[in-house]
């Protein structure tokens, strides 16, 4: 939700957006993320997300023709935090392009560990390479790196907030099973407070709309308020809490399980009592849909029984490998660096209905969802949030956009927590 926001950029109503769209050429989409930063995929166009797909389907079954694409490309890998699955398919990525790689694998390992800032990180770094990669534990980390230089940034996780390139690879896993991404009924289930790839999923899903969320946590884990609040903002998507997966299991048409984010807790006790609430058993799993499948972003600890990996329902290690074509897409597309022989298929088209679809304040849902900046935000407003990286960068600029919902009058563009008065 938080994004690169100017004021020319506000035009929010759905005609606008509409015709801005229906002037869209498919090469014009497939040409259009060149420059941009990924901080959420709300800074994105549905057009432009179904582009990233219909992108990584072509790579898939053409490796040849595309590994010169991003010949004399360099990536940087900023991790501030652990990761298997995300720096390393960002890397190959890069590589199977044609392209190079620098970076670090741990924040100890680089000058922060010195007390050097994002904002400066970045301002180095950007002189070295075309495109960053970063993690980073605080909330609006990645966003602070869109703000110090022009050079494309992905967020690559940034804290308990969002985790968009996970997304992609959650949508591609979905969409191979299900051909379509609306019109289902998704479970998610565990730790939805600290589980930012939940938290981009809904938001991207709530997008192509007529989704019902079946969010199953403990209550000390429940979704935040922001994305409860995107949810009841798109008129076509509904969603129920619970505690109970075997009450609720045999709805489902997708599982997304995930796991209870120990790095993120203060009191450990309350982890070690949480983190085996929900394991899934092939014997649980007798009670599920035949075709519903079971998505995890990995790694796992306890809540998936390795039991279930033979089961044809269990789609985790399928998302690892949409992850890196994903990235692929994704990597390629911001440099601006064409596919050999890639044409947008009919699929890049958004549909009549996703272009109409509007959600409850006007905002076209199929635009990129960019806020505006309040110049008239209130002076005394400051950020709640203990994880928001404004809270520990004390330099940094604090910033709020006037949110959408009556109940939440500004929310903190790093993170999107509801804002207080000092
Ligand atoms: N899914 C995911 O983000 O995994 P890693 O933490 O290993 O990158």
């Known amino acids: 939700m938080t994004n690169a926001m100017n004021a020319s950029s506000s035009s929010n109503s759905s005609s606008s957006s509409n015709s801005l769209h229906q002037t869209f050429s498919r090469s014009t989409i497939a040409n259009s993320l060149a420059g941009k930063s990924v901080v959420t995929l709300d800074d994105i166009s549905t057009a432009q ?40 398919s960002f890397e190959t990525a890069m590589l199977r392009l044609g392209g190079k790689v620098i970076g670090f694998a741990g924040a100890q390992l680089s000058s922060a560990s010195k007390g050097e800032t994002v904002n400066d990180t970045l301002k180095v770094v950007s002189n ?9 534990p605080k909330e609006g980390a990645a966003f602070v790196a869109t703000q110090a230089v022009s050079t494309p940034i992905i967020n690559a996780g940034d804290g308990g907030h969002m985790h968009p390139t996970q997304t992609l690879a959650d949508l591609a896993t979905i969409l191979a099973r299900f051909g379509r991404l609306n019109n289902l009924t998704v479970g998610l289930c565990g730790d939805l407070t600290y ?32 994305v409860i609040d995107r949810i009841n903002d798109t008129p076509s998507c509904t969603y ?23 790095e993120r807790f203060t009191d450990r006790e309350q982890y070690l009592r949480l983190r085996d609430t ?36 269990a789609a985790y290690f399928e998302q690892v490998k949409n992850g890196m074509l994903m990235r692929m897409a994704l990597e390629s597309s911001v440099l601006g660096d064409e596919l050999c022989g890639y044409e947008p298929t009919d699929f890049v088209n958004v549909p009549e209905d996703e272009l109409q679809a509007v959600d409850v304040h006007g905002i076209s849902l199929a635009d990129s969802r960019v806020h505006v900046t309040d110049v008239n935000a209130p002076e005394n407003l400051t950020c709640p949030n203990p994880r928001c990286i404004t809270n520990s960068e004390l330099t940094l600029k604090r910033k709020f956009y006037k949110a959408d919902s009556v109940r939440h009058e500004y929310r903190c563009m790093y993170c999107d927590e509801e804002s207080e008065s000092k």
């Open 195 to 226: 589980g930012r790839t939940v938290h981009s999923l809904i938001e991207t899903l709530c997008r192509f709309g007529n989704v019902h969320f079946v969010l199953i946590s403990p209550d000390e884990l429940k979704t935040p308020q922001y």
């Open 49 to 88: 997300i179904r582009m990233l797909l219909d992108k990584a389907r072509y790579i898939d079954s053409h490796r040849k023709e595309v590994a010169h694409t991003c010949d004399g490309r360099v990536l940087a890998t900023l991790f501030y935090e652990p990761s298997t699955r995300t720096r390393l």
């Open 278 to 313: 929900y394991i899934l058993t092939e014997e649980k799993l007798q009670k599920a849909k035949l075709h519903m499948p079971v998505l995890h972003p990995l790694p796992r600890i306890n809540e998936i029984a390795v039991d279930v990996d033979d089961d044809p329902r």
């Open 128 to 136: 070295y390479v075309d495109v960053v990669a970063m993690r980073h």
């Open 240 to 262: 129920e809490e619970t505690r109970d997966l075997m009450e609720v299991i045999g709805n489902l048409d997708v599982l997304y399980m995930t796991r209870v984010q120990e």
